[in-house]
C-alpha cells in the first residue's frame, strides 16, 4: 500500500506559481517560465526542510537542465493565466516573501546550479554552498548582497563616495550631466 504524504500547506500548487507571477509584475518585471519553476523548487525544499511537510502539491521532475513541474511548466510558460486566487496564510505568503527576497533578482543560470546542487548532494548546505561558490557559472550572490548589506543606507550618496553596482565592482559615485552639444560655428 501506498505511504500517503502529509498535507501540504497550500493545497494547490497554482496558488503558489500566481503568487510569484504577480510579485513579479509587481516589481514591474517578468518572470520567466524556467525562472519560475526555479522558485516554486527552491521554495518547495526550503519548506519542507524548515517545517517537515510539503509547501504545496507541485510533482517536479528533473531534466537535464533543471527541475520542472511539467502541468505547472505547460500551463504558465506563456504568462500568467485568468485563473481565481485563493489567498494563501499569512505564515505562507511570509516565508515566499523570503524566497522571493533572496532568490527572485538571480538569473536563471544561478538558480539552475543552485537546483542543480541541490539534487546532486541532496544536503541542506547544498544552497548555502552554490551561494558562497567561486564557480564562474555562479554569481557570487551571497557576497554581493552581503557588501550591499553592509552600506550605511542611512546617509545618501554623495559625489565622489564609493559604492558596489548590482555585480560588486567598485564604483564612485558622480552626478549625471547631460552631454554638452557641439558648439556651433560662428
Same mark, same amino acid.
Given at each position: 500500500m501506498p505511504r500517503l504524504l502529509p498535507e501540504p500547506a497550500v493545497p494547490v500548487a497554482f496558488d503558489v506559481a500566481l503568487w510569484f507571477l504577480d510579485?513579479?509584475?509587481?516589481?514591474?518585471?517578468?518572470?520567466?517560465?524556467?525562472?519560475?519553476?526555479?522558485?516554486?523548487?527552491?521554495?518547495?525544499?526550503?519548506?519542507?526542510? $524548515?517545517?517537515?511537510?510539503?509547501?504545496?502539491?507541485?510533482?517536479?521532475?528533473?531534466? $537535464?537542465?533543471t527541475v520542472a513541474d511539467p502541468n505547472l511548466y505547460r500551463l504558465l510558460e506563456d504568462g500568467r493565466p485568468k485563473l481565481r486566487v485563493e489567498p494563501l496564510p499569512s505564515a505562507i505568503e511570509t516565508f515566499l516573501v523570503e524566497v522571493w527576497t533572496r532568490y527572485g533578482h538571480a538569473t536563471i543560470g544561478h538558480l539552475n546550479v543552485i537546483v542543480r546542487r541541490i539534487l546532486e548532494t541532496g544536503?541542506?548546505?547544498?544552497? $548555502?554552498?552554490?551561494?558562497?561558490?567561486?564557480?564562474? $557559472?555562479?554569481?557570487?550572490?551571497?557576497?554581493?548582497?552581503?557588501?550591499?548589506?553592509?552600506?550605511?543606507?542611512?546617509?545618501?550618496?554623495?559625489?565622489?563616495?564609493?559604492?558596489?553596482?548590482?555585480?560588486?565592482?567598485?564604483?564612485?559615485?558622480?552626478?549625471?550631466?547631460?552631454?554638452?552639444?557641439?558648439?556651433?560655428?560662428?
Open positions: 510579485r513579479a509584475r509587481a516589481a514591474d518585471g517578468h518572470l520567466p517560465a524556467q525562472k519560475l519553476q526555479d522558485l516554486l523548487y527552491l521554495a518547495c525544499y526550503r519548506y519542507e526542510r $524548515e517545517q517537515g511537510r510539503p509547501l504545496t502539491s507541485a510533482a517536479f521532475v528533473a531534466n $537535464e537542465v544536503s541542506e548546505g547544498a544552497v $548555502e554552498d552554490a551561494m558562497a561558490s567561486d564557480a564562474p $557559472e555562479a554569481p557570487l550572490l551571497g557576497r554581493r548582497h552581503a557588501a550591499l548589506a553592509a552600506l550605511d543606507e542611512s546617509r545618501p550618496d554623495s559625489p565622489g563616495s564609493v559604492r558596489p553596482t548590482h555585480r560588486g565592482r567598485r564604483v564612485t559615485v558622480a552626478p549625471w550631466r547631460p552631454p554638452s552639444a557641439p558648439k556651433k560655428p560662428e
